[in-house]
């Protein structure tokens, strides 16, 4: 049993009188606020209004840029935020939150798929479409705003995504958009098992593809990165690019270890990276769930870092950290707690969401809801485009 929720929650829940989902996130963004402005002395966001202008001034003049990081594969407050799950992400704890603008209440109130909850997230819209087949967001991506309205080239625009299952969230099948206006999709699995040739079993630890349907396979079509493009565009071999394979231990680590080539060959403007390695929780070994968030925590800290330290980025970056969706909890019946998210309960809806770097005052916590569409118009607004058919709205707090 949690200590996580309130006394009051607790007392009600015993009582039969199950709080509201909106009573459960508000009493969700308060146990994390409580909890950051005690492990970190965050100030409060909203005695702070208006100070972003002055960050933004002091940042420099090179060409804006934005990373997007999904702590991906659903991860729940007390195995992250809440007290006791703290010592699982000491580098978002220790080195990430006192430099960030804090957001303790992200609401998805969409479909708890981890494709097409992301689709959602790069469209600003809930997307219906089926989580396990191989088609495109029917509304425009933040990718096909970025293109369209800044007359950027491909090359600009790219995503790094776990799974096969997720090739065509670059692009939508929108009729003022689509169209060749999409990101580059890499999928680091994929490039890998080309660059393989062959049968191996060096590598199964960082092929599995999904961890919900083992047996899906979707053919692959669209603009997936092309295994000649290894050697032109990130300059890397196909040898050194196995033997680095080799040492990795997850998929999420070939991901980051290719969008750190990425950002160093290419330097795109908007760069999307989406984890996966939390969602192993599905196979229902807790501590591969936990491995699963020290890793993600870790590699979100390294990605930040190589954002500080590589040229075209340093100074002029916004990073933003937020996850897909939660998990079920343990106190619902529906479900199996931390395995699955397939309740749709508060928990499992009720995320936070991270932003560093340019344009952000640092060390502040925002207490109000918001929702997972919110962000596409929000960097919409920071770099100067209109996501026009997005459903959220440009948070006030960021701009
Ligand atoms: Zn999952």
Request: proline share 6%; charged share 20%.
């Amino acid at each position: 049993m949690t200590t996580y929720f309130s006394p009051e929650t607790a007392r009600s829940r015993a009582a039969g009188a199950a709080s509201t989902p909106r009573e459960m996130a508000r009493q969700l963004a308060c146990n994390r606020r409580e909890f950051l402005r005690t492990a970190a002395g965050l100030a409060l966001g909203s005695t702070l209004l208006g100070s972003s202008a002055m960050v933004r001034a002091a940042t420099t003049s090179k060409k804006r840029k934005v990373v997007v990081i999904t702590f991906g594969g659903g991860a729940r407050d007390q195995e992250t935020f809440a007290p006791e799950g703290q010592e699982n992400i000491p580098h978002l704890i220790g080195e990430l939150i006192p430099q960030s603008a804090f957001f303790t209440q992200v609401v998805n109130r969409g479909i708890l798929g981890h494709y097409v909850a992301t689709a959602s997230l790069a469209t600003g819209v809930y997307e219906t479409i089926n989580n396990f087949a191989s088609l495109p967001p029917e509304h425009p991506t933040v990718f096909e705003y970025f293109r369209k309205d800044l007359r950027r080239p491909p090359s600009d625009a790219w995503v790094v995504a776990p799974s096969n299952g997720f090739n065509r969230i670059g692009e939508s099948n929108h009729a003022s958009y689509g169209g060749g206006l999409g990101a580059r999709v890499i999928l680091p699995k994929h490039l890998l098992t080309a660059a393989m040739s062959g049968a191996s079993t060096d590598y199964d630890h960082l092929l599995r593809d999904n961890y919900e349907t083992p047996f899906y396979a979707p053919e692959l079509g669209g603009r997936e990165f092309e295994l000649q493009q290894l050697e032109m565009m990130l300059k890397l071999s196909v040898d050194d690019f196995k033997a680095h394979a080799r040492t990795l231990s997850s998929p999420d680590e070939l991901s980051v270890y290719i969008a750190r080539q990425l950002m160093r060959q290419v330097a795109p403007s908007l760069l999307w990276i989406t984890m996966h390695d939390i969602d192993i929780a599905h196979a229902g070994a807790y501590s591969l769930y936990i491995d699963g968030i020290r890793r993600t925590d870790r590699l979100c800290a390294e990605l930040w870092k190589a954002i500080q330290t590589e040229p075209e980025y340093a100074g002029n970056t916004t990073l933003f950290i937020l996850p897909d969706f939660g998990r079920d909890s343990d106190d619902d019946s529906g479900g199996n707690g931390f395995q699955h998210h397939r309740t749709g309960d508060a928990l499992s809806r009720t995320t936070w969401m991270m932003v560093l770097g340019a344009g952000v005052r640092p060390g502040v916590v925002f207490d109000r809801p918001m929702e997972s569409t919110d962000l596409v118009p929000t960097i919409g607004s920071m770099l100067d485009f209109s996501a026009a058919l997005a459903q959220g709205k440009p948070i006030a707090e960021l701009l």
